[in-house]
């Protein structure tokens, strides 16, 4: 005689019952019962009993299952889970599977052809439409073209979050005409993407008024002799919802920071490693320290470095696709 | 860890006493072997505490027929972290190095038997972390479904995603 998973359910789904259960009497009832009929006479029998160590994973509840699968990421999601079997093709047709689009495990360009990419493209429109305009973050390495961002921007008008890393196919163009489309972003993330600069940011500030976290690595490693405070001041004047700020390797002096910290009376996390024109006196360090809970200095090592090789690889690989057309 | 083989089953008591809030309780697993842990780890227990609190604690002896004493003292020693809050990612490192897919497919079932929301959670990473990156093959393998799709069905699925099967990882056939 065997002991399925099944008889174990009908005791879980019990046992939350009676926790919800204010009348104790019934729930004493149920208790009874459930004591008598699945546990206890379980009890008894058990020597009789051989548990089964097999127990069939497609009758596990349907909202563990997708507490696994969720957790996948979208490549792994498209081409392996969904395919598995037709409960979880069946669990993988929900939008909420969809929420989040996460394509940042990708190998890097150098490890791969465009075929490569165009292929991620199109995992990441397929996605895109399986989310039924319920998509909230997206997060894209290394490919991505403006052509996916604007797919993503017609079908979602609730995009919570974007991050983009390495996507030197992204124009500051259509990223402007995509946040445009989207009141309710709370997070921005672009690292090393060359054609996307600071320049829109009061654009972002004026169409996201919700935006609580901005980050932005620059491509660029050193910050040149210009100093400018634009940027910090475009910060200043669009976003006071801010809590996050990280801005690497930026032109802005002590002025513009201040500016800031004006601007955005929430502002709680700083990072502006790389910010070599800000310099820290006794008044700007106390100014920060009243309200800034956690800050990384100009002068603090960057661990993540924008990657050169990467970038010539990837502009020979565009330099071979226009000779060939 | 205090654990007795228990010899009968019928050594199931019903304790006649007023419950102590400190007597421990003791979790009989299905091979009969006696884990004896304190209430506030049961808590961590969704499913034994409310078996626990729907007979005002009369009952501290709970039989839990579907995990074995080589699973359990692996949720009561993730559950004693729980309650001492010393849940870290070392920790959860050094605890997920010691299982290998099997392992981590029983306490998953365990956790979810016992209903431990964190344990729970952290095993849903764990294994999809383990299966990312892998063919349908092996996902199937792994979690041991068999492939129920109609050959039509598959056909047509194939067709429609001709364009992703490629780029996976070669499958693992033996990982710890």
């Not at chain 1, 921007?153 to 979050?161: D, E, F, I, K, W």
């Not at chain 2, 996902?139 to 992703?164: C, H, M, Q, S």
């Amino acid at each position: 005689m065997k002991l399925t998973i099944h008889q174990n359910h009908v005791f879980i789904v019990n046992s939350k019952y009676f926790n919800f259960s204010t009348n104790k009497t019934l729930s004493f009832c149920f208790t009874f019962s459930i004591m008598s009929s699945s546990c206890l006479s379980l009890v008894m029998e058990i020597d009789n009993l051989e548990i089964t160590a097999d127990p069939n994973w497609l009758e596990l509840p349907r909202d563990i299952t997708m507490n696994i699968l969720q957790r996948l990421d979208t490549v792994a999601l498209v081409t392996s889970a969904s395919v598995v079997c037709p409960l979880w093709w069946n669990i993988c047709k929900d939008p909420h599977m969809w929420t989040t689009i996460d394509m940042m495990n990708n190998l890097s360009l150098t490890h791969s052809e465009l075929a490569y990419s165009s292929r991620l493209e199109k995992i990441c429109r397929y996605a895109v439409d399986r989310s039924c305009g319920h998509l909230k973050d997206i997060y894209i390495k290394s490919f991505g073209t403006d052509g996916v961002l604007l797919h993503i921007a017609n079908s979602a008008s609730q995009l919570r979050c974007i991050r983009l890393e390495g996507c030197h196919d992204i124009s500051s163009d259509v990223f402007m005409e995509i946040v445009t489309k989207q009141p309710f972003l709370e997070e921005i993330d672009i690292c090393h993407c060359s054609n996307l600069r600071t320049y829109f940011f009061e654009h972002v500030g004026k169409c996201c008024p919700l935006l609580k976290s901005l980050k932005f690595s620059p491509c660029i490693e050193a910050v040149g002799e210009n100093k400018s405070d634009d940027v910090a001041f475009a910060i200043a004047k669009s976003m006071s919802m801010l809590r996050h700020l990280t801005i690497l390797n930026n032109q802005l002096t002590n002025n513009g920071l201040l500016a800031v910290l004006d601007g955005c009376p929430l502002l709680e996390f700083l990072d502006i490693r790389g910010c070599l024109h800000i310099i820290f006196d006794r008044s700007l360090e106390k100014r920060c320290n009243t309200q800034i809970k956690e800050l990384r200095f100009p002068t603090e090592y960057i661990a993540h470095k924008f990657n050169f090789g990467d970038y010539m690889y990837y502009l020979q690989l565009k330099l071979r696709l226009v000779i060939l057309e | 860890m205090a654990e007795e083989v228990s010899s009968q089953m019928n050594s199931l008591s019903i304790s006649e006493t007023n419950p102590s809030s400190s007597a421990t309780i003791s979790l009989v697993s299905g091979d009969d072997i006696v884990f004896k842990v304190e209430p506030t780890i049961a808590k961590e227990m969704e499913t034994v505490q409310s078996f626990i609190d729907e007979t005002d604690g009369k009952i501290t002896t709970i039989p839990l027929p579907n995990i074995s004493s080589h699973d359990l003292p692996y949720v009561i020693e993730y559950c004693e972290k729980s309650i001492a809050g010393k849940i870290t990612k070392e920790f959860e490192a050094e605890f997920v190095k010691k299982l290998n897919n099997e392992e981590v497919k029983e306490l998953f079932l365990a956790a979810n038997y016992l209903n431990i929301k964190k344990l729970l959670d952290f095993l849903s990473q764990v294994i999809a972390d383990r299966i990312a990156n892998k063919s349908v093959e092996y996902v199937r393998r792994y979690f041991g479904i068999e492939n129920d799709f109609t050959p039509e069905e598959e056909a047509k699925l194939r067709e429609e995603l001709a364009w992703t099967f490629t780029g996976v990882d070669p499958d693992d056939e033996d990982e710890n």
